[in-house]
């Protein structure tokens, strides 16, 4: 990548920070544009025909089309904004149409072999954050023992877009508060680094116990622990608008994407149908020609 290029991403970085977007979506929107400019040449120039050629690649996903959409939308709106270009590319650029997302939850079951495959752990305290908390795997990086109240029984967190919430503590991760440092991360980084440990990192230790522990399913993911921490509540028979607080989504059609209905709760809601006699006979009179049949 040139020098105009990466000058141009530092200045995009600093104005997303203004914005107070969050950390992980300008590491995320940056990386896009880096591979943009990687495939294409200098994001200055693009054209909106380079642009939709590049979120039209083969092997993408829908909602990464989506998310490269929204990057490109930004940064583009951006140089506009600031002089850098008159126009806009990306406003050639179409919808990117999305199927509603099916949830993938690991079951109870799978979790355990998870817990007891040989993980260190540091991973097992992190896929109970993942299940008891429904944490995502950027939420379960940054826990800090300051954060947590065990008298009032509640943990602190910074949510998506870098909201700030209050949420109950399960009395599981209580306990395990109890042997985790009370004034530092839980999480540090390796190697001395400050901080806490990066997001792919604790993906990586979560998808290494998964794979250590026999589960070969592509699409259950670290994240799926949030998908069992919605859908065993709403087993649970918790009310959707308190998952979505829990789980901190601004909408329930978010949450909805999460909770599975399992097939307990199926069979009762259709075994609530009470079995009534069915009559052995239609009742239809039979026709003429039938009647002399018979007769005969």
């Given at each position: 990548?040139?020098?105009?290029?990466?000058?141009?991403?530092?200045?995009?970085?600093?104005?997303?920070?203004?914005?107070?977007?969050?950390?992980?979506?300008?590491?995320?929107?940056?990386?896009?544009?880096?591979?943009?400019?990687?495939?294409?040449?200098?994001?200055?120039?693009?054209?909106?025909?380079?642009?939709?050629?590049?979120?039209?690649?083969?092997?993408?996903?829908?909602?990464?089309?989506?998310?490269?959409?929204?990057?490109?939308?930004a940064f583009y709106t951006f140089l506009r904004?600031?002089?850098?270009?008159?126009?806009?590319?990306?406003?050639?650029?179409?919808?990117?149409?999305?199927?509603?997302?099916?949830?993938?939850?690991?079951?109870?079951?799978?979790?355990?072999?998870?817990?007891?495959?040989?993980?260190?752990?540091?991973t097992r305290v992190m896929i109970l954050l993942g299940y008891y908390q429904g944490f995502r795997v950027s939420t379960i990086a940054r826990v800090h023992g300051s954060d947590i109240?065990?008298?009032?029984?509640?943990?602190?967190?910074?949510?998506?877009?870098?909201?700030?919430?209050?949420?109950?503590?399960?009395?599981?991760?209580?306990?395990?508060?109890?042997?985790?440092?009370?004034d530092d991360w839980w999480f540090p980084a390796r190697k001395g680094q400050p901080g806490p440990i990066k997001p792919s990192s604790v993906t990586d230790l979560i998808t290494k116990a998964k794979l250590r522990a026999g589960i070969t399913d592509p699409t259950l993911t670290p994240h799926s622990l949030r998908h069992g921490f919605g859908t065993d509540l709403v087993d649970e028979g918790v009310d959707i608008r308190v998952i979505r607080e829990l789980m901190m989504h601004e909408t329930l059609s978010s949450t909805e994407i999460y909770t599975q209905v399992?097939?307990?709760l199926k069979r009762e809601a259709l075994y609530a149908l009470p079995a009534r006699p069915v009559p052995e006979r239609s009742g239809r009179k039979p026709s003429r020609e039938a009647t002399s049949r018979l007769a005969a």
């Open positions: 990548m040139n020098t105009d290029d990466t000058h141009l991403l530092q200045q995009f970085a600093a104005y997303m920070r203004a914005q107070n977007l969050a950390e992980n979506t300008i590491r995320s929107r940056t990386s896009t544009l880096r591979s943009l400019a990687a495939k294409h040449g200098a994001l200055r120039d693009l054209t909106g025909h380079e642009l939709r050629l590049y979120i039209g690649r083969a092997g993408v996903a829908a909602g990464t089309r989506r998310a490269e959409r929204y990057a490109l939308t904004t600031e002089g850098i270009r008159p126009d806009n590319p990306a406003d050639m650029l179409p919808h990117v149409h999305v199927p509603k997302g099916q949830p993938r939850p690991f079951t109870w079951r799978q979790i355990e072999r998870m817990l007891t495959s040989g993980a260190y752990r540091r109240d065990l008298d009032e029984m509640t943990i602190r967190v910074i949510g998506k877009g870098g909201k700030q919430r209050t949420l109950p503590l399960h009395p599981v991760i209580a306990g395990i508060a109890l042997t985790m440092p009370r399992s097939a307990r």
